[in-house]
Structures are given as C-alpha cells and as structure tokens.
C-alpha cells in the first residue's frame, strides 16, 4: 500500500488528537506500573527471606538473593507487560474503530488476546536475545530489523486477532510492504521517546521525586501515543477500516 507523506503526517496528528480525547487509556500502564513496581520488590523480598530463613550458612546466600529477585522481577515485568499490551492496544483499536475508548476495551482484550499475547511476547523475547547476540558481528543490524519489522505484532494479536506466530508474520510482510513510512514511525517514537525523558531529567533536577513522577507519567503517555500510531498505521496498511 503506498501512502504520502501528507497520510504519514496525518497519522501521527489523528493519534495525538485521539488521545487528547481519551486520557483514559494512560491510566492502565500508570496503574500497571506501581502494581508491578510493588509486586516484584514484596516478591523478591518474600523468596530472599524464605531462603535466607532456610539456609543460616551464609555463603552464597546473597549471590543467590540477588538471582532470585532478578527472576522474580522479570517475571512480573513480563506479566505486567502483556497486561499493559493488552489493554493499551485494545484501547487504542477502539479508539481508532469508534473514536473513544473506556477500560472496558482493555478488558476485552485482554480477556480474549492474552494467551496469544503471552506466546506473542515470548517469541519476542527469543528473537530479541538472538537479536543481541548477533548485534556485534551484524554492526546492530539485527537489532535495528528487530525494531522495525517486528513493531506490528502486538496490533496483529489483539486488533488483526491473529495467532502469535502469524502475528510476527504478517508484521514482516506489512514493514517490507511499508518499508519508508515503518522506518519513520521507529524513528519518530524514539524521538519522542528521548524528549519524554530529557524533560523528566529536567524537572529530576528541580525535584528528585517530582522528576520521577513526571518521568513515569511521560512514559506511559509515549507508549499510549505509540501504540496508537502503530494501530493506525496497522489498521491502514492490513486495509481494516479506520474511523
């Protein structure tokens, strides 16, 4: 599908338009992130305490602290993660299908996408650690295809509602077919992106906890903006119509 630069352009300007009308969908990833933040520090804690309690030794106690707060972190951030994936991009869909969206969206998303999502989100995982192992004798060509060609795939689950492996599937085809205007979109996101966190250093020097929070409400505000583009671009370029 060709598309000018004046639809590229009018992309990004609908996405910011719908979510100035829908600051809802911020608040999962606002909430998610606290609940995960939490979550992983009482987990990590809870399992390191349990160890230490059962082993007085010493020793290797704290090496093995460490590896168990490590795991337990990942594994709540990846949970956290496909929860966030849901209810973002699901919102996002609706947003662009009917204009508005509610945490009812998410939910539906969640609730029928998220077995797909995880298996979605494990791939991705593999092929992001391939992609790094090979990044030095590849010059970080691989993990600049990994960016761009796999940005598609959570829209595919949850809006294409296609099977994981499909998913990563018709994300390769889409990019490949919209080479130019994909690469742009990575481009820009990673702009807004490096803005989002250069304001929250900003105001981290006026006020370390004031910075953080800023930081961390412009965070989720970048992922709600990009996941938007990503579905409208997605909603157009798999021919799904847009509202």
Same mark, same amino acid.
């Given at each position: 599908?060709?598309?000018?630069?004046?639809?590229?352009?009018?992309?990004?300007?609908?996405?910011?338009?719908?979510?100035?009308? &829908?600051?809802? @969908?911020?608040? %999962?990833?606002?909430?998610?992130?606290?609940?995960?933040?939490?979550?992983?520090?009482?987990?990590? =804690?809870?399992?390191?305490? /349990?160890?230490?309690?059962?082993? +007085?030794?010493?020793?290797?106690? /704290?090496?093995?602290?460490?590896?168990? #707060?490590? !795991?337990?972190?990942?594994?709540?951030?990846?949970?956290?993660?496909?929860?966030?994936?849901? #209810?973002?991009?699901?919102?996002?869909?609706?947003?662009?299908?009917?204009?508005?969206?509610?945490?009812?969206?998410?939910? &539906?998303?969640?609730?029928?996408? /998220?077995?797909?999502?995880?298996?979605?989100?494990?791939?991705?995982? $593999? @092929?992001?650690?391939?992609?790094?192992?090979?990044?030095?004798?590849?010059?970080?060509? =691989? !993990?600049?295809?990994?960016?761009?060609?796999?940005? #598609?795939?959570?829209? /595919?689950?949850? !809006?294409?509602? +296609?099977?994981?492996?499909?998913? !990563?599937?018709?994300?390769?085809?889409?990019?490949?077919? &919209? @080479?130019?205007?994909?690469?742009?979109? $990575?481009?820009?996101?990673?702009?807004?992106?490096?803005? *989002?966190?250069?304001? *929250?250093?900003?105001?981290?020097?006026?006020? %370390?906890?004031?910075?953080?929070?800023?930081?961390?409400?412009?965070?989720?505000?970048?992922?709600?903006?990009?996941?938007?583009?990503?579905?409208?671009?997605?909603?157009?370029?798999?021919?799904? %119509? =847009?509202?």
């Amino acid at each position: 599908m060709t598309q000018t630069v004046q639809d590229f352009e009018k992309t990004f300007v609908r996405a910011w338009e719908l979510l100035t009308r &829908n600051w809802v @969908i911020v608040l %999962p990833g606002i909430v998610l992130g606290v609940v995960g933040g939490v979550l992983s520090f009482v987990l990590g =804690t809870i399992l390191a305490g /349990s160890f230490a309690a059962a082993d +007085r030794s010493g020793g290797d106690v /704290s090496y093995v602290t460490q590896v168990i #707060y490590a !795991i337990a972190s990942l594994v709540v951030a990846m949970l956290v993660s496909i929860v966030q994936m849901a #209810y973002v991009t699901g919102m996002a869909g609706a947003v662009w299908e009917r204009g508005r969206t509610s945490l009812g969206d998410g939910w &539906n998303a969640f609730a029928h996408r /998220s077995i797909q999502l995880t298996f979605a989100t494990a791939l991705l995982f $593999v @092929i992001g650690i391939c992609a790094a192992v090979l990044a030095p004798v590849t010059f970080f060509a =691989t !993990i600049a295809v990994y960016m761009v060609f796999l940005i #598609y795939t959570m829209a /595919s689950v949850v !809006i294409g509602k +296609r099977e994981a492996v499909p998913a !990563i599937a018709e994300s390769c085809r889409l990019t490949l077919s &919209n @080479i130019a205007p994909t690469l742009g979109i $990575v481009a820009l996101i990673a702009v807004i992106a490096v803005v *989002g966190g250069l304001i *929250g250093t900003l105001v981290g020097r006026v006020t %370390p906890i004031g910075g953080g929070l800023v930081a961390g409400v412009l965070q989720q505000v970048i992922v709600a903006y990009a996941s938007l583009v990503v579905a409208g671009e997605y909603l157009k370029f798999s021919k799904q %119509p =847009t509202g």
